[in-house]
């Protein structure tokens, strides 16, 4: 939270997708969003979880969920990465070669702070 309250210097984010499946992200899931923002749910959560539905009154918090993505969802997002305008590096904590998939894992598990480890196949 408080790296996204640094980022947009208080304002915090728009949207928030949650992916990750477990309680922390949906607790951090509440906490992200600026008033009148939006959630989206992609993960799939397998049993039920605690959810703060007072920041969901407070903030006046839209939940989305995602179940499906159609084609043209795939051509906008990769659009948008295509076009510079989102600074997409700053997201990536980590390039490694596929043949350190397990070392990858085990520094995913060390590091929470982590947002997006990317395995090179070449």
């Known amino acids: 939270m408080e790296a996204v309250d640094a980022f947009s210097g208080g304002a915090m ?62 051509d906008e997002a990769i659009a948008l990465a295509a076009s510079g305008d989102l600074p997409l590096e700053k997201m990536i904590t980590q390039i490694s070669p596929l043949s350190a998939a397990q070392e990858v894992f085990e520094t995913i598990d060390k590091n929470p702070a982590g947002m997006k480890y990317l395995l090179e196949l070449a």
């Open 13 to 74: 984010a728009d949207v928030v997708f949650e992916v990750s499946g477990v309680q922390a992200g949906v607790t951090a899931m509440t906490q992200i969003p600026r008033v009148r923002g939006r959630i989206v749910m992609v993960a799939i959560h397998s049993e039920p979880k605690a959810v703060d539905l007072f920041r969901f009154f407070w903030r006046e918090i839209k939940l989305i969920g995602a179940r499906v993505y159609e084609p043209v969802d795939f």
